[in-house]
């Protein structure tokens, strides 16, 4: 994987074509059009760290041949140097045992803003189903919601995204509701909204994520879209836009990528990026590739460049 430095000016209003193979890579879209990306609209995208999960140590996702090596501090200005790109999103599980600590999500701070990065949300794992037990365990649940709401307003993000549950059936939807809707009040307080997203058990289903988010019926309550999980749905286009009114990011997913292009070939991102903006959306895409192993692309930093330009080309 080769590193080079991007030539274009932190404060320059278009970002101009490199040479070599990656400069190539930015300017092509995947239809094979090339052309400069404005930086307003490179300033909407983010890239999340799971992409290079590879590349961090202490966790089942390692592969020590992955290089460069890469941690939650170095991984800011790698972003920015390789892309250009000046927002990241984390996964809770980069952090590792023993790096939740608040002195150490300082430091992830001071190192995203030294490299003129900011994080536009912190994926959340850690936390029991949201309508977990009786009044007592719920209000576990609503201290551990806001533990965590404190960690983004440490790491400067706007959002945390949290699972309702990650197991099929029904919940207990009232508590569920009443546990976000006083998340989002201690959010508002602190400036971090509180999303969930089509990720298993009860948001798996879009139309109820849908109805979920209308009933918590509070602003810093939003929903993070994953174009990569369908859940029940039958048409991802239609589907996706149902959510868009209730979409703070949007969770760029690519899934499944030509071995030989590293072109993503899973579905049509320029068509979920238009609808999207057809619809008024403005807030930011964070791309991530997750799905089996022999489907993720070849050349990540290729497949990535291909990915930002698709996107940007399509916005409005």
């Known amino acids: 994987m080769r590193?080079?430095?991007?030539?274009?000016?932190?404060s320059a209003s278009v970002i101009p074509l490199l040479g070599g193979c990656q400069a190539s890579s930015m300017g092509m879209g995947m239809g094979g059009a090339s052309g400069a990306i404005p930086q307003r609209k490179l300033d909407r995208v983010a890239i999340a760290g799971s992409v290079y999960k590879a590349n961090f140590d202490n966790w089942e996702y390692t592969i020590p041949t992955a290089t460069p090596r890469l941690t939650t501090t170095t991984y800011p200005a790698y972003v920015r140097d390789q892309f250009g790109v000046r927002k990241i999103e984390l996964w809770q599980r980069q952090f590792f045992?023993?790096?939740?600590?608040?002195?150490?999500?300082?430091?992830?701070?001071?190192?995203a803003d030294a490299a003129g990065v900011s994080i536009v949300n912190?994926?959340?794992?850690?936390?029991?189903?949201?309508?977990?037990?009786?009044?007592a365990e719920r209000t576990a649940v609503l201290t551990g919601i806001k533990s965590w709401l404190d960690k983004g307003r440490l790491l400067g993000a706007g959002s945390i995204r949290v699972n309702v549950?990650?197991?099929?059936?029904?919940v207990n939807l009232e508590a569920v509701v009443d546990t976000l809707r006083r998340a989002a009040e201690y959010g508002q307080s602190i400036g971090v909204r509180v999303l969930v997203e089509n990720h298993g058990g009860y948001t798996s289903s879009i139309p109820d994520m849908i109805a979920l988010v209308r009933a918590v019926d509070h602003d810093f309550c939003k929903i993070t879209i994953d174009w990569g999980e369908l859940g029940s749905s039958t048409d991802r286009y239609e589907a996706m836009q149902s959510?868009?009114?209730?979409v703070h990011v949007v969770s760029a997913k690519g899934y499944s990528f030509d071995p030989a292009t590293n072109e993503h070939d899973a579905y049509d991102v320029a068509r979920l990026v238009r609808n999207a903006e057809a619809g008024g959306f403005r807030g930011d895409y964070s791309i991530d590739f997750w799905g089996p192993t022999p489907t993720l692309p070849t050349d990540t930093?290729?497949?990535?460049h291909l990915f930002i330009q698709t996107i940007t080309d399509n916005m409005a």
Do not use: K
């Not at 549950?165 to 029904?170: K, S």
């Open 3 to 10: 590193r080079r430095s991007f030539l274009a000016a932190a």
């Open 165 to 170: 549950t990650r197991q099929d059936g029904p």
């Open 122 to 135: 912190l994926q959340v794992e850690e936390l029991p189903a949201l309508d977990a037990g009786g009044a």
């Open 301 to 304: 930093n290729r497949a990535m």
């Open 243 to 246: 959510a868009m009114p209730y």
């Open 97 to 111: 045992p023993g790096g939740l600590t608040d002195p150490n999500f300082a430091a992830v701070r001071a190192a």
